[in-house]
Structure formats: C-alpha cells, structure tokens
C-alpha cells in the first residue's frame, strides 16, 4: 500500500467519525484552530517566507507571488474565515424534505457529509485553511495537496490547524496533508476512488483540465475566469468606468477578475476615452480589436489568443460590438461559465443578458469581483464551480453536503 492511500484510509476513517460531531464540537475545534494561528503568526510567515524566496528566484508572476504572499493581516483573516465558518448554520441533519405516504411510511431527505474531499490547489495557503474550516464545519474529512510553491506555508499551516482540531475532540485524520508535491501524488489522489468521493481543483485551466481528464474520482471544476465586462449603449458613463475599473484592478489575480472589455460601438468612443486614463494609471496592459486601436492609439493588437486568456494580471483585452447580441455571442464562444456583467440604463436589455448568457454568476451593474461566497452572504468558500451538476457558483457548506433518504415505519412490508 502506497504512502497516498494510506493517507486516505486515515482520512475515510476520521470521515466516519466525523459525520457524527455534533455541531458544538466542530465549532469549538474552529474557533480553536483559529486561536492558533494567530498565536503561531511569526512560525506561519517565516516558512512563507521561505516559499516567496523560492519563487522570486524561480522568476514567477507578480499576481502568483500576491497569491503565495501571507502578511500578518493575511493571517488573520484566515483566522477570522474560520470564527466565521463557525457561525454559519450547520448543514449536516437538515430536513429538505419531507413527506407520508398512503402505506403510513414517512420519508425524510436528510442532508449528510459527502465523507472525503480532496483538494489539489496552486500557490495559494489561504486555501489550506479556508478548505479545512469549511469541510470540518460540513462533517468531512480534508486531503489537501497543494504546490511546490506553498509547500512550506502548508506544512506548516495543517500541522497548526490539524493539531489544534485534534486537541478540541476531532478524530486525528480529519485535516491531512500530501507532503510530496511530485505529479504522481496528485495522480495517484486521482485514481483513489473508493477512498475519496470528491475532488476539487482550485487553480489555473491547466491544472483543472488534468484533474477532470485524468480522475477515477469525482470532480467539481472550479475557478477559471474568462469574465467579462460589456458596456452596452446608453450606459451611465461614470458608473461603467467605476465598474470595469474595479473589476481589473482591485485584484488581477483572482479568477473573478475582468480579463475581457466589451463595448457597444454606439459608446465606444467616449467611454474608451474615459476609462483609457483609470486603468492605464494603474499599470493596465491594453490590447483591442481594430476599432478600438482607431479610438485609442498606441494600444496593443488583440489576438485570438486574447479572447480566450486568462491572465491573472494586469491585461486587459478590449473590444468594439455592433450589438447587445454580438456581446452576448462573444461570451457564449470564448467565456468560461463563471462571471459577466453587463452595464446598462435599459431593463429590458439587462433581462436579456441575464437570461441568455450561461454563467454560474451574472451581474447587472456591477463589478465580478462580487462573485464570492463571503461577498455573497453565504460565509467562506470552497471554490466557485463552473460547472451545472452538484452544485453551480461559489461553494459553501451546503454544496459539501449531499443527502440520504431515511424511512421511519411501523412494520410495514411491500407486497
């Protein structure tokens, strides 16, 4: 037996005994783990450290060095994610329905832990800790693999929270970590069907695309984000300019982030030339279609390429439509189910939008930065999934459950 599953019949095991805490306990392990980051805090950001080195030596991006960066407000954050966690409503033992049949038998769907998660995850800690709160407070056990570039910030983020977890009563397995950061660790956590029910990817398309095409095991695809941003004529030139702004820049690195400006030719001038100076001040790369490069010179030819990219950076790609339906049919071709917004002063043409581009989140009038759980109102968040099955959108602790029929008779037989 392999060192990998092993790891996961440890994990299969702590998962059972999980499923049975009661919501008190979880809880008190949260709030638990929580207290030890904060009192762990200069251990946590000297082995970050020691990642951020590695990496600029490595020469990696700017945005995936923000994503690897942990800062003592970083830290805390991720301490009060988990405070946080622990008051959200619990899922496990919800009723979702219900009913009594003819024969006197009564039906309950029960919400129930899904048992092992796996996540495999790129250069961002904050995942390691966000995914344990969320699958402890949901009743399940947490294989986490992350990536050579966080491997010392992960070490030693499990081994703080998964020891502060067991001191509060949770079985000793029940937040794992895969130590080797090789590609046959993650494969081998791709072929343990049986041992783990479900598999999360959280990071670029390349990773995403290896998991679902390579695993024996169930897979959530979550995070990439091809989004857009479409100003469509009429639009509030100010609020537009706010928004496309902030949708690039408040955080480029993100997979909620703008990657694609669309703007309809009747607006096209002027808001090119008001959005032009806020995003070029701050350092964003522009690259447009032919009418946009007539309305702005100097800007940059868009490619093919540039329509399908996500770039997880300072990049934007900008383009000139003749219509609302030319919009929308650019984002059906090239977007990846995740964001769009449309700005615009007209009900109508919003509805449309709504209702005919397939994303897992649709804005009228506002930035897909929103596109989070935490913003959503719905506590921490596992990943936001792209795709229809399961579960659609920014994952919280109901998507990590699933449910179970129970029958309560009084003797009764089929005949």
Not at 31 to 46: F, H, S, T, W, Y
Not at 378 to 391: F, P, W
């Amino acid at each position: 037996m392999s060192d990998i599953e092993e790891l996961a019949r440890r994990s299969k095991a702590a998962a059972a005994g999980l499923a049975t805490i009661n919501t008190e306990q979880k809880d008190k392990a949260l709030l638990a783990m929580a207290d030890a980051l904060e009192q762990k805090m200069a251990v946590i950001l000297e082995q970050n450290e020691e990642d951020l080195s590695a990496g600029r030596g490595q020469g990696i991006s700017p945005a995936l060095l923000d994503r690897l960066t942990l800062s003592e407000s970083r830290v805390r954050e991720m301490a009060d994610g988990l405070r946080e966690v622990a008051t959200l409503r619990d899922p496990v033992g919800e009723i979702v329905d219900g009913w009594k049949l003819p024969n006197g038998l009564v039906v309950e769907k029960v919400r129930v832990p899904l048992g092992v998660i796996g996540i495999i995850y790129e250069a961002r800690p904050n995942v390691t800790v966000d995914a344990a709160g969320l699958c402890i407070k949901s009743g399940n056990a947490v294989i986490l693999r992350g990536s050579s570039s966080a491997i010392n910030s992960n070490s030693v983020l499990v081994g703080i929270i998964a020891g502060a977890a067991e001191k509060a009563g949770l079985p000793k397995d029940a937040v794992q970590l895969v130590e080797s950061t090789d590609r046959e660790s993650a494969r081998e956590l791709m072929r343990l069907h049986g041992l783990i029910d479900v598999l999360i990817p959280r990071g670029g398309e390349g990773l995403i695309r290896t998991v679902v095409e390579n695993s024996t095991v169930p897979v959530i695809e979550t995070g990439v984000g091809n989004c857009h941003v479409y100003v469509d004529k009429g639009a509030d030139i100010a609020m537009a300019t706010d928004i496309v702004v902030n949708a690039k820049t408040q955080r480029p690195g993100v997979c909620n982030a703008c990657e694609t400006l669309l703007v309809h030719r009747d607006i096209a001038e002027e808001f090119l030339n008001a959005v032009y100076k806020p995003l070029t001040e701050s350092g964003v790369i522009l690259r447009g279609c032919p009418v946009t490069r007539k309305i702005l010179n100097g800007v940059a030819e868009a490619t093919e390429e540039d329509w399908c990219t996500e770039y997880l950076d300072l990049i934007l790609a900008m383009k000139v439509v003749e219509s609302l339906e030319e919009a929308i049919g650019h984002i059906s071709r090239y977007g990846s189910s995740h964001s769009e917004a449309i700005v615009t002063n007209d009900y109508t043409r919003g509805k449309r939008f709504v209702e005919e581009v397939d994303s897992s989140a649709v804005y009228v009038n506002a930035s897909t930065r929103f596109t989070d759980g935490g913003q959503f109102g719905m506590g921490a968040e596992i990943g936001i999934s792209t795709q229809k099955l399961h579960a659609r959108g920014p994952m919280s602790l109901p998507e990590l459950t699933t449910t179970k029929f129970v029958i309560y008779g009084t003797g009764q037989v089929r005949r």
